[in-house]
């Protein structure tokens, strides 16, 4: 009867034992799930935050692009209207010359907010107006109108610099020469300034 009991001890034992075991491995295997499942939503945010910077960054490089096109628009511009006024004699070459107290120079000194031309129809002289926003293509790249409606673009953050200095060459100043430099600069979207500049020699005769 004793090694009946004792049997019967042993089995029943050895059931809890089983048990136990099996209860054991079930736990680990539903931790290691959780973790699993953990790791992968870290994977999943990482990724998901790369994609979202590789758009951010595709379209503030679209958008620099276009403002780089702008600036470099502008400031051809403003040096054609100075050889435009020279060879149409609306000015003459004494006066293409940065303003300053003494000399007859019509051209604004350093940076200044960008403007359209005035009544002389010149680029950066004292009766310019103020600059006019313009319109670029909207999603389908052509310029429709109202549909799809086009951007406006304020260049009211634009600024330009005219600067006109005389030709040196070997120590002596070239008197019928004179260099013209146009800088555009506007703020990119990252908030630091970037600039477009376009330079040309200009002479006394037409």
Do not use: H, W
Not at 135 to 164: C, E, H, T
């Amino acid at each position: 009867m004793a090694s009946d009991r004792d049997g019967g001890n042993c089995e029943m034992g050895g059931s809890m034992i089983a048990r136990t075991q099996k209860k054991r491995r079930c736990n680990r295997q539903a931790g290691f799930s959780l973790l699993e499942a953990l790791i992968s939503a870290v994977v999943l945010t990482i990724g998901l935050l790369a994609v979202c910077a590789t758009l951010a960054l595709g379209l503030s490089t679209t958008q620099n692009s276009q403002m780089d096109t702008i600036a470099r628009q502008r400031a051809t511009q403003a040096l054609e209207s100075v050889y435009t006024a020279r060879q149409t004699a609306t000015i003459t070459f004494d006066q293409i010359e940065n303003v300053s107290s003494t000399g007859t120079g019509i051209f604004t000194k350093g940076f200044v907010k960008l403007t359209d031309p005035g009544p002389d129809g010149i680029e950066g002289t004292l009766d310019d107006v103020p600059v006019t926003a313009i319109k670029v293509p909207g999603p389908s790249g052509v310029l429709k109108g109202a549909a799809p409606p086009d951007v406006s673009v304020d260049l009211g953050n634009f600024q330009r610099q005219i600067l006109i200095s005389d030709v040196v060459t070997g120590g002596t100043t070239n008197p019928n020469l004179r260099q013209i430099e146009v800088t555009i600069k506007y703020p990119a979207t990252t908030g630091i300034y970037r600039s477009y500049t376009v330079q040309a020699m200009i002479s006394a005769y037409r």
